[in-house]
T-cell receptor, first 117, second 110 residues
Framework: DTEVTQTPKHLVMGMTNKKSLKCEQH?????MYWYKQKAKKPPELMFV???????INESVPSRFSPECPNSSLLNLHLHALQPEDSALYLC????????????????FGSGTRLTVV | GQQVMQIPQYQHVQEGEDFTTYCNSSTTLSNIQWYKQRPGGHPVFLIQLVKSGEVKKQKRLTFQFGEAKKNSSLHITATQTTDVGTYFC??????????FGIGTKLQVIP
């Protein structure tokens, strides 16, 4: 059982729609992430939140808008997406660290499989 | 930018045979992590290596981190059908940012 919960599990949206992906964790982790994974590819980092503040944006188009309302929740707002944005969107959390432990192991959610039509 | 290369991309083995996947970074890493993703699933954290030359074992899985902290390997002894999936290495060179290797897809033939 995953300790990071993502909803919805599947989403089909039109190119003019606005939708949101939600992620919740109750492990007390203070770093949360959005990753995008296309079929047969590795996860690609999109955003990092550390202590509820956006710390990394990997030059993601503005049609993706992240939000971290509190330490347990992470949202990804979607607007005017393109068919090539269809992918598995993964949320992850970890404890932020320092030095060689600057990256702790991620706990991933089961993802939202997004199809843009 | 940091690149993490992983080979092979695909590996078919007979059940009971051993399996190894290798990871190489273009830069020195602070640490490296390994994940397993089952078909249709999400990545699951296996282990993190931090020290130069570190070797860690988890039952039939042996993980190594190179002396120069630029390469790593995962070795599975006597594979089982439950080992099927894609194994990713993920290297970190700095604060909170990690780069995933392309992954090695393991198929185990019963």
């Amino acid at each position: 059982d995953t300790e990071v919960t993502q909803t919805p599990k599947h989403l089909v949206m039109g190119m003019t729609n606005k939708k949101s992906l939600k992620c919740e964790q109750h492990m007390g982790h203070r770093a949360m992430y959005w990753y995008k994974q296309k079929a047969k590819k590795p996860p690609e980092l999109m955003f990092v939140y550390s202590y509820e503040k956006l710390s990394i944006n990997e030059s993601v188009p503005s049609r993706f808008s992240p939000e971290c309302p509190n330490s347990s929740l992470l949202n990804l707002h979607l607007h005017a997406l393109q068919p090539e944005d269809s992918a598995l969107y993964l949320c992850a959390s970890s404890q932020p660290g320092q030095g060689p432990y600057s990256m702790r192991g991620y706990t991933f959610g089961s993802g939202t499989r997004l199809t843009v039509v | 930018g940091q690149q993490v290369m992983q080979i092979p991309q695909y590996q078919h083995v007979q059940e009971g045979e051993d399996f190894t996947t290798y990871c190489n970074s273009s830069t020195t890493l602070s640490n490296i992590q390994w994940y397993k993703q089952r078909p249709g699933g999400h990545p699951v954290f296996l282990i993190q290596l931090v020290k130069s030359g570190e070797v860690k074992k988890q039952k039939r899985l042996t993980f190594q981190f190179g002396e120069a902290k630029k390469n790593s390997s995962l070795h599975i002894t006597a594979t089982q059908t439950t080992d099927v999936g894609t194994y990713f290495c993920a290297g970190s060179g700095g604060y909170q940012k990690v780069t995933f290797g392309i992954g090695t897809k393991l198929q185990v033939i019963p």
